[in-house]
Each structure stands twice: as structure tokens, then as C-alpha cells.
């Protein structure tokens, strides 16, 4: 090993530390940023190496410093104002984009590698590497673009083929088939690689598009999964092990995340795979009956004078950008002596950990925030809880209702409570697309308008009351 090669591991070895101690961090809010900082410098080691160091892969070029710099510069002030400009509302829509931008680029480290082997040839273990990076790359772009379409509203949940389990089936099977024919071939045909190529991008269309919009916080943490795959594939066709290591590290991530996800939502990890769970209505609950609102100066009243009060934040909160008065208001109630707690769901708003992101940006207390199980064990002891946008993750079908679309999920027992408040807009479904029986209970009482001028409204007829 020359001194040259020696300085690059040893690069590397810097670079991935960065990765782990960053990843490390980012699992307490505390230190999210922290190390949402270190592992940005981790990868910016490793692009400096990759870029500065002798090409070792299999893949040999002149490179264009002037161009590499430039699309780098371009890229930058992209990424940097997508992050700045984005809403937390918008959030999930982005990371489902950004999966998508790596899953392109590795679709199209694949087929370069495949396209030069078709005209010079190359080792059958490249090729092989070429064709997994071409097939995950291909179907973490489709399928990423196809979550983000449903997310931002471009895609409707009933744009689903006939027989969309049959056809992802099919289209799995004709990319197997296609990537053993491929890797068989010293010199691949570029007729079966084009139609590879197509035959991927195909199937991550009909592998997002039958899967409702309650399950995108499965998907975005599967396809998530995928993009590290995809990096690590990539990685193993150049010799960089900042990318292998980089990619296993998200890749495992997003599978453990997508297993949890599963579990928090009562789904299996075959569902996932194979699509077209979700999106089926069928079994909606039908319960309605009547509603009973309640007004802000009783419910302030009922809060001044509550000993624990929790908090269970949705969608909505993050829509009506209700975080910061919500935090104003919980402050307001503790110094009146009430407990404030917040109930946080697994898979509340449209991509794990959303409202943990929302409630953080607000200056939260790690400490307030309950899961699941947690938040279940306070409940009978609650006086009165805050259902502030959230629908599904509180639904009580998911209990009691065998036909439901969501039985079996594992929900928010806020029907526990002395008293449950939900604040909502209007009497709409939720993002499952189904009826929430709570809202007809003894016990629940409707708030309808607003969230941020609903929660401003209490607070300051706590201040006065």
C-alpha cells in the first residue's frame, strides 16, 4: 500500500467516525443537531478524498475538476435554500424528495458502469453490483417521487391500476429475470440494460402507488432504507468506503425504522413490500351521531383548574403552524400548577419523528414528550387532553372495530382521559380517509376553527380568567 492510499483510508476511517458519533447523536433531541453537524462534515470529508484522491474503482476517466466544483457549488445553494425555505409542513415531502435525488444518482452510477461494460467489458462482479445499483436506484427514484407526489397532493390516492398487486408482482419478476440474464453476459446487451433500466422505473411507480397516504411514514422510512442500498452498491463499484459505510449505515437505519413503523401500524414487513396496503376503504367505519362542541371560556376553565393535562399533537397542529403558541400555552398552565404533557404517536403526522422535529422547533422540553406506551399509562390520571390535528392515531376502531381499514394499530387511549378536546377545522376525515368514532363519545368535546387561534384564545382567557 503506497503513502498515498495509506492517507486516503485513513480519510475514510475519519470520515466514517464522523458518521457513527453523528448518528449516535441524532438519536436524543438534545444533540439531533449536533449531530446532524458532524455527520454533514463526515460526508464533506469524504467528498474532498474522493475527489483529490487516485480514482481506484473500476471506472477510469479524466475528470473535469471545473465541472465537479460547479455542479457542487450549484447543488449547494439548491440544497441550502430548499432546507432554509421549507415549512416543517413540508418536511416529509422534502425527505421523501431528497431519497429520490439518491436514489437517482445511484440508478445512474449503475447504468454508466453497465453502459461501459457493454462496450469494454468488465468483471461479472461489477456487473452484478452495476445491476443491483441500477434496480434499487430505479425504483427509490420512482417510488420517492411518487410519495412525494402524494404527499404535496399531486398524486390522489385513487390514480391505483387494476390489479396493482399483479403488476407489481409482474414487474418484480421481469426485473429479476433481467439482472440474472445481465449479470450472465461479460458484455451485457445494452437492448436487456435499457429495458432493465425502464423495467425498474417502472416498478417503483406500481410499488408506491397503491399504498394509501395513512401508511407514507412506512414508505418514506422503506425507500429511505433503499437510498442507503443504493449508496453502499455504489460505493462497492468505486472502492470508496466512505459511501459503503455511509450507505449500510442508512440502509440498516431505514429498515429498523420501517420494522418499527410496521409495528406501530400494524402492518408487516411483506405488505410493505409487496404494496397495495392502505389504500383500500373498504371497512371504513361508519359510526356518527352527535357532536358536543364546547366553548373557548369553559375549556380554559377546565384547563386553569386541571392537575394533568396532556397534549397530543397531529398533522393539523403542524398545518395551522400551531407550535409555538401550543408551547406558550402549556407554559401558561404550568404556572398555573398544572402538569402538561405531550402524547406523542410513533407515526403522528407524515413521517416518523415529524412532531418530535415540530415541538423541538418550538423549544419543547425533551422531558414532556410521552410515547406511545408512556402516554397510555397517564391517561386515566388526565383531566383533560388536547387532541390538536391528529385523527388516526387516536381513532378507536383501531380497537373495536374488526373491519376497520386500521384495527389492530396500536393508537392513543385519550378516550381514557376525564375529558378529551379535539381541535379541528371541521368534521373532514383524517389521512387514513375514515371516520373516527372518538369524536361521538360521552366524554369528547369539539373545537372547531383554527388551531393557532383556538390554542391563542385559550391561553389568554387563562391569563384572565
Same mark, same amino acid.
Given at each position: 500500500?503506497?503513502?498515498?492510499?495509506?492517507?486516503?483510508?485513513? *480519510?475514510?476511517?475519519?470520515?466514517?467516525?464522523?458518521?457513527?458519533?453523528?448518528?449516535?447523536?441524532?438519536?436524543?433531541?438534545?444533540?439531533?443537531?449536533?449531530?446532524?453537524?458532524?455527520?454533514?462534515?463526515?460526508?464533506?470529508?469524504?467528498?474532498?478524498?474522493?475527489?483529490?484522491?487516485?480514482?481506484?474503482?473500476?471506472?477510469?476517466?479524466?475528470?473535469?475538476?471545473?465541472?465537479?466544483?460547479?455542479?457542487?457549488?450549484?447543488?449547494?445553494?439548491?440544497?441550502?435554500?430548499?432546507?432554509?425555505?421549507?415549512?416543517?409542513?413540508?418536511?416529509?415531502?422534502?425527505?421523501?424528495?431528497?431519497?429520490?435525488?439518491?436514489?437517482?444518482?445511484?440508478?445512474?452510477?449503475?447504468?454508466?458502469?453497465?453502459?461501459?461494460?457493454?462496450?469494454?467489458?468488465?468483471?461479472?462482479?461489477?456487473?452484478?453490483?452495476?445491476?443491483?445499483?441500477?434496480?434499487?436506484?430505479?425504483?427509490?427514484?420512482?417510488?420517492?417521487?411518487?410519495?412525494?407526489?402524494?404527499?404535496?397532493?399531486?398524486?390522489?390516492?385513487?390514480?391505483?391500476?387494476?390489479?396493482?398487486?399483479?403488476?407489481?408482482?409482474?414487474?418484480?419478476?421481469?426485473?429479476?429475470?433481467?439482472?440474472?440474464?445481465?449479470?450472465?453476459?461479460?458484455?451485457?446487451?445494452?437492448?436487456?440494460?435499457?429495458?432493465?433500466?425502464?423495467?425498474?422505473?417502472?416498478?417503483?411507480?406500481?410499488?408506491?402507488?397503491?399504498?394509501? *397516504?395513512?401508511?407514507?411514514?412506512?414508505?418514506?422510512?422503506?425507500?429511505?432504507?433503499?437510498?442507503?442500498?443504493?449508496?453502499?452498491?455504489?460505493?462497492?463499484?468505486?472502492?470508496?468506503?466512505?459511501?459503503?459505510?455511509?450507505?449500510?449505515?442508512?440502509?440498516?437505519?431505514?429498515?429498523?425504522?420501517?420494522?418499527?413503523?410496521?409495528?406501530?401500524?400494524?402492518?408487516?414487513?411483506?405488505?410493505?413490500?409487496?404494496?397495495?396496503?392502505?389504500?383500500?376503504?373498504?371497512?371504513?367505519?361508519?359510526?356518527?351521531?352527535?357532536?358536543?362542541?364546547?366553548?373557548?371560556?369553559?375549556?380554559?376553565?377546565?384547563?386553569?383548574?386541571?392537575?394533568?393535562?396532556?397534549?397530543?399533537?397531529?398533522? *393539523?397542529?403542524?398545518?395551522?403552524?400551531?407550535?409555538?403558541?401550543?408551547?406558550?400555552?402549556?407554559?401558561?398552565?404550568?404556572?398555573?400548577?398544572?402538569?402538561?404533557?405531550?402524547?406523542?404517536?410513533?407515526?403522528?403526522?407524515?413521517?416518523?419523528?415529524?412532531?418530535?422535529?415540530?415541538?423541538?422547533?418550538?423549544?419543547?422540553?425533551?422531558?414532556?414528550?410521552?410515547?406511545?406506551?408512556?402516554?397510555?399509562?397517564?391517561?386515566?390520571?388526565?383531566?383533560?387532553?388536547?387532541?390538536?390535528?391528529?385523527?388516526?392515531?387516536?381513532?378507536?376502531?383501531?380497537?373495536?372495530?374488526?373491519?376497520?381499514?386500521?384495527?389492530?394499530?396500536?393508537?392513543?387511549?385519550?378516550?381514557?382521559?376525564?375529558?378529551?378536546?379535539?381541535?379541528?377545522?371541521?368534521?373532514?376525515?383524517?389521512?387514513?380517509?375514515?371516520?373516527?368514532?372518538?369524536?361521538?363519545?360521552?366524554?369528547?368535546?369539539?373545537?372547531?376553527?383554527?388551531?393557532?387561534?383556538?390554542?391563542?384564545?385559550?391561553?389568554?382567557?387563562?391569563?384572565?380568567?
Amino acid at each position: 500500500m503506497t503513502y498515498t492510499q495509506t492517507l486516503v483510508n485513513l *480519510g475514510y476511517l475519519v470520515g466514517v467516525i464522523f458518521f457513527v458519533i453523528g448518528l449516535k447523536r441524532m438519536s436524543h433531541p438534545d444533540s439531533a443537531s449536533r449531530g446532524n453537524l458532524l455527520a454533514g462534515i463526515g460526508m464533506g470529508i469524504g467528498i474532498l478524498i474522493a475527489l483529490f484522491a487516485p480514482l481506484q474503482g473500476s471506472f477510469d476517466l479524466s475528470v473535469s475538476y471545473t465541472l465537479i466544483f460547479v455542479s457542487l457549488i450549484i447543488g449547494g445553494i439548491i440544497g441550502y435554500f430548499a432546507a432554509v425555505k421549507v415549512a416543517l409542513t413540508a418536511m416529509p415531502e422534502m425527505v421523501s424528495l431528497f431519497n429520490g435525488f439518491g436514489g437517482a444518482c445511484s440508478m445512474l452510477i449503475g447504468l454508466t458502469e453497465l453502459y461501459k461494460a457493454s462496450i469494454v467489458g468488465s468483471s461479472q462482479l461489477t456487473v452484478i453490483n452495476g445491476v443491483f445499483a441500477l434496480f434499487v436506484g430505479a425504483i427509490t427514484f420512482t417510488g420517492s417521487v411518487i410519495a412525494w407526489g402524494k404527499l404535496a397532493g399531486f398524486v390522489n390516492d385513487k390514480w391505483v391500476l387494476p390489479f396493482s398487486q399483479f403488476f407489481s408482482l409482474l414487474f418484480f419478476v421481469i426485473n429479476v429475470v433481467l439482472g440474472v440474464l445481465i449479470s450472465l453476459q461479460p458484455f451485457p446487451s445494452i437492448l436487456l440494460v435499457v429495458l432493465f433500466f425502464v423495467a425498474g422505473l417502472i416498478y417503483g411507480v406500481v410499488f408506491v402507488t397503491p399504498i394509501g *397516504g395513512g401508511d407514507m411514514p412506512v414508505v418514506i422510512s422503506l425507500l429511505n432504507s433503499f437510498s442507503g442500498i443504493g449508496a453502499t452498491l455504489a460505493g462497492l463499484l468505486y472502492n470508496n468506503d466512505v459511501m459503503v459505510v455511509g450507505g449500510i449505515l442508512v440502509g440498516a437505519s431505514g429498515i429498523m425504522l420501517t420494522v418499527l413503523m410496521c409495528r406501530a401500524m400494524n402492518r408487516s414487513l411483506f405488505n410493505v413490500l409487496v404494496g397495495g396496503f392502505g389504500g383500500s376503504s373498504s371497512g371504513v367505519s361508519s359510526e356518527d351521531g352527535e357532536v358536543k362542541e364546547v366553548l373557548h371560556g369553559d375549556l380554559a376553565i377546565d384547563l386553569k383548574y386541571a392537575k394533568k393535562v396532556i397534549i397530543v399533537p397531529g398533522y *393539523g397542529l403542524a398545518q395551522a403552524q400551531a407550535q409555538h403558541v401550543c408551547y406558550e400555552l402549556e407554559k401558561s398552565l404550568e404556572a398555573e400548577g398544572v402538569q402538561v404533557y405531550y402524547g406523542i404517536h410513533p407515526v403522528a403526522g407524515r413521517m416518523p419523528g415529524h412532531m418530535n422535529v415540530l415541538l423541538a422547533e418550538a423549544q419543547v422540553p425533551y422531558d414532556k414528550l410521552l410515547e406511545l406506551e408512556p402516554s397510555n399509562e397517564q391517561f386515566e390520571s388526565t383531566d383533560v387532553v388536547l387532541i390538536i390535528g391528529a385523527n388516526d392515531v387516536v381513532n378507536p376502531a383501531a380497537k373495536d372495530s374488526p373491519g376497520s381499514p386500521i384495527y389492530g394499530m396500536p393508537i392513543l387511549d385519550v378516550q381514557l382521559a376525564k375529558k378529551a378536546v379535539v381541535l379541528k377545522r371541521s368534521m373532514n376525515p383524517g389521512y387514513a380517509g375514515i371516520q373516527n368514532p372518538l369524536f361521538f363519545k360521552e366524554k369528547t368535546y369539539m373545537l372547531f376553527g383554527d388551531a393557532k387561534e383556538s390554542l391563542s384564545t385559550l391561553k389568554n382567557a387563562i391569563a384572565s380568567s
